[in-house]
């Protein structure tokens, strides 16, 4: 499959999605853009305990839209470098750092793959957030890119969605757990059309999007087969977004604290120990 996806017609499909969506997104309650102004609506706390700390480190932030979650990585103490593919999106990011005040941060339009072409350094730290990886073809190619801009010693840290969490069918009305969607990377994407996004906010006009699954053995072999020497990969029974709808909130946040804002979802009891529905992923560059 082709690095370079400009003439793509998936990924310019996607583009002109995501593009759109900064704007509402930045307006939603869900992004809370206020709270975070204020300090609120931090990382997760997993990601916090497992990168550890970042003081004095450089981070190159893939697939970032507009730069929440790269802030609040410098505002532990990283140098930060955000990635997205999405103008709009890099331009948000830019004025949110001189709203925060972090104006060391740096924020670079490419796609992933088109990356190595526009940034020449290389990092302590690659991170990928959650909701990122659906939106490649090529998983393979991707860790080849993460591997290129690890410094030796240097890691790549991932917290995202199960695969087999995005194939179950998330329209079901009796609560079963069915896989629906394939598990495995397939070369022509799931298709679908929705008018909203992930958040609150006004209807979109561009309201297709593709998505690729990537099966767990399919991105630790990708990591590994880029040189990459495996930490450990950890899955998780709770989720950052509600995927199904019987899914239930839980709350991991003391009460009186301000700075963990972000609901997790779990399933219902009876199902909590049947699959997973999220995993971090820790891999090093050998020095």
Not at 19 to 25: G, P
Not at 27 to 49: H, I, N
Not at 73 to 102: C, K, M, N
Not at 231 to 255: I, N, Y
């Amino acid at each position: 499959m082709p690095r370079d996806q400009k003439h793509d017609p998936f990924f310019e499909t996607n583009l002109a999605r995501w593009d759109e969506a900064v704007a509402i997104h930045a307006a939603s309650q869900g992004y809370d853009l206020q709270g975070y102004l204020r300090g609120e609506k931090t990382l997760y706390q997993v990601e916090m305990d497992e990168v550890g700390d970042v003081r004095g480190r450089t981070l190159l932030h893939l697939q970032c839209h507009f730069g929440m979650d790269t802030l609040n990585w410098a505002r532990l103490g990283a140098t930060v470098t955000g990635l997205d593919f999405s103008p709009s999106a890099v331009e948000r990011a830019r004025l949110l750092a001189q709203e925060v005040g972090i104006h060391d941060a740096r924020f670079v339009l490419s796609n992933v793959y088109d990356a190595p072409a526009v940034l020449a350094e290389q990092f302590d730290i690659v991170y990928t957030g959650i909701g990122a990886l659906n939106w490649l073809p090529d998983i393979t190619a991707w860790a080849r890119v993460v591997a290129s801009f690890l410094k030796p010693g240097g890691f790549l840290y991932l917290y995202e969605g199960h695969p087999m969490a995005a194939a179950m069918d998330d329209e079901r009305e009796d609560g079963a757990l069915v896989v629906r969607y394939p598990y495995f990377e397939v070369e022509r994407p799931i298709e679908w059309d929705d008018e909203h996004t992930y958040t609150d906010g006004p209807p979109l006009k561009n309201t297709r999007g593709f998505e690729w699954n990537h099966g767990l053995g399919e991105v630790v072999d990708a990591v590994l087969q880029a040189g990459l020497r495996l930490d450990f990969l950890h899955e998780h029974r709770d989720a950052a977004w509600q995927a199904l709808p019987w899914m239930e909130p839980v709350h991991h946040v003391p009460d009186g604290s301000r700075h963990q804002r972000r609901t997790q979802w779990w399933l219902p009891a009876a199902q909590r120990d049947l699959a997973p529905l999220m995993y971090s992923l820790k891999a090093t560059r050998p020095a």
